[in-house]
């Protein structure tokens, strides 16, 4: 006897869908499950053999028969505890327990031993490609339902017990009795929610040259580097700086709520608002990069279309700095590893916030304590190809105590100085989007290329002789000098201005440091 269902696992970020075969012999009792299974995949037999019991029908365990389940293609390591519905009702169906029409039709979910369904990670990536792949209806476990349903064009059947499922399919397989148990779940909207407790500009007295350039840095996706010395108010401005970023579109919204879903770290039912990830400055290679045994995203790809904010960026193991290059240059990552490789997506906007020094007073009015071996060490952590991929070099100065004893203006609803940047913020966005309509690729100006700065940044004879004067003199590298220009477009379009002019890459030019010690 023979029977076969579907079901699907994630690889990485990506969807496969699996083949669940079941085979029934005579003989002694056994139940195999064979095509790569993992621990968890092995421990089903247990879990299945119980929720069936449990659900009222014959265990597989009490009956002298052979069970084979086929997890198929064989040559993908399947993972999780998600095959359990599907090994169930493949095998309920061999034994012809139940009779169903199972093409079409998806099969998501881990079973407890007494037959109800407990959720499980990734259920997105996995409806996507159901969608893609042809498939009609997909049952998943109650509370992966709301996160299923994003997908339009496919039906999301929410499962709370296996008894449930079974009753469900059987009616919808009789002839006389067409109405189903389950109902579909509505498809959810996509309604933007703004994050509760909120820092914003208005919260922060002074530093007006940081919020201008957190301002150029979310309108044109620019990474940021804030320098200054401790207790100034950098954590608390990049804080500030992910609520100046648009609402995600719904494409990159689906993206980013893939990602997370995959992680095991989805807070809601879809992710709106761009992430913002603030990992310790202890944290390891492989935490932020990604990578392990069998290879898995890290901060930087968790950061996608969002913000990674790295604090005390100094302080970073230099291996872990220096990794960035390849994400902050390719907006992806690439992980090779023994047992397989990767590649990751990770477009983000750097943050990041540093103390001059160690002791932190290098530069300013209070003495440096650091012996100079100790500031020099500090100081060459940060690479010179590292400085060159970050557009913006901030400082943040102390503040006068008078501001500080100022009473903070009342807040108002989608006003305040945080509602008039993020206008200009959108105005801005809303210009790059018009002006890379018919690129799909890029959309915003820090992810021009050489050819689409030459196709969509024209620049007068005038502002190419300041930039290249001013070039000689800094010793921009070529890297530098293109980021330049893309800066210069950023601060053009806040200022709704059609060209780039002299102003706008004289600005540009004063965020670029020469070396270390001008920070």
């Not at 590292?386 to 557009?391: E, L, N, Q």
């Not at 005038?462 to 210069?488: C, F, Q, W």
Request: overall charge positive; hydrophobic content about 40%.
């Amino acid at each position: 006897m023979f029977a076969k269902v579907y079901s699907a696992q994630t690889v990485l970020l990506s969807a496969h869908i699996i083949s669940v075969e079941a085979d029934l012999s005579r003989g002694l009792h056994s139940f195999a499950i064979v095509g790569l299974p993992d621990k968890a995949v092995e421990e089903s037999r247990d879990r299945v053999s119980a929720a069936i019991k449990n659900s009222g029908f014959k265990s597989p365990k009490n009956k002298n028969q052979k069970v084979v389940i086929s997890l198929a293609p064989a040559d993908i390591k399947k993972e999780g505890p998600l095959f359990d519905l599907a090994i169930a009702l493949s095998y309920l169906l061999a034994s012809e327990d139940i009779k169903f029409d199972a093409e079409g039709k998806l099969f998501l979910g881990e079973l407890s031993l007494d037959g109800k369904l407990r959720p499980i990670p990734g259920t997105l990536p996995l409806v996507v490609e159901g969608k893609k792949r042809g498939f009609r209806e997909i049952f998943v476990p109650t509370e992966n339902a709301r996160e299923a349903a994003l997908v339009e064009g496919i039906s999301v059947y929410p499962v709370s017990t296996l008894a449930e499922v079974v009753e469900h399919l059987a009616k919808k397989s009789d002839e006389e009795n067409r109405r189903a148990t389950i109902e579909a779940v509505p498809r959810t909207k996509f309604v933007y929610e703004e994050p509760e407790d909120i820092v914003s500009f208005d919260d922060i007295r002074g530093q007006e040259a940081a919020k201008r350039g957190l301002t150029i840095a979310a309108a044109g996706r620019h990474n940021i580097a804030l320098y200054g010395p401790p207790g100034t108010g950098k954590t608390m401005l990049a804080r500030a700086f992910t609520h100046l970023l648009p609402p995600l579109a719904f494409d990159e919204a689906l993206e980013v709520t893939a990602i997370h879903s995959v992680a095991g770290l989805l807070e809601s039912d879809m992710a709106t608002h761009p992430p913002f990830r603030a990992p310790h400055h202890t944290s390891s290679y492989i935490a932020l990069v990604g990578g392990g045994t069998i290879p898995r995203p890290g901060e930087v790809t968790l950061a996608h279309r969002g913000v990674l904010f790295l604090d005390e960026f100094p302080e970073f193991d230099r291996r872990v700095i220096e990794a960035l290059r390849q994400p902050l240059e390719d907006r992806q990552i690439a992980i090779s590893r023994s047992k397989g490789s990767a590649i990751f997506p990770a477009q983000f906007i750097l943050v990041a916030a540093m103390n001059p020094c160690p002791c932190g007073n290098f530069g300013s009015e209070k003495p440096c304590v650091c012996l100079p071996a100790n500031l020099l060490r500090y100081q060459r952590k940060i690479s010179g190809p590292i400085m060159d991929r970050i557009d913006l070099w901030i400082p943040v100065g102390r503040i006068e105590h008078e501001k500080l004893s100022a009473p903070l203006q009342k807040q108002k609803k989608g006003g305040g100085e945080t509602g008039k940047i993020r206008k200009e913020i959108a105005t801005a966005r809303e210009a790059q989007k018009k002006r890379f309509a018919k690129n799909k690729k890029i959309s915003t100006n820090s992810e021009m290329s050489v050819r689409d700065l030459a196709a969509h940044v024209p620049l007068s004879a005038d502002v190419s002789k300041l930039l290249n004067e001013a070039a000689t003199r800094l010793g921009l590298s070529p890297r530098s000098y293109h980021r330049v220009i893309k800066l210069a477009r950023t601060i053009a379009d806040l200022e709704k201005a059609k060209n780039v002019e002299v102003g706008h890459v004289l600005e540009a030019l004063q965020y670029r440091p020469r070396n270390f010690e001008q920070i």
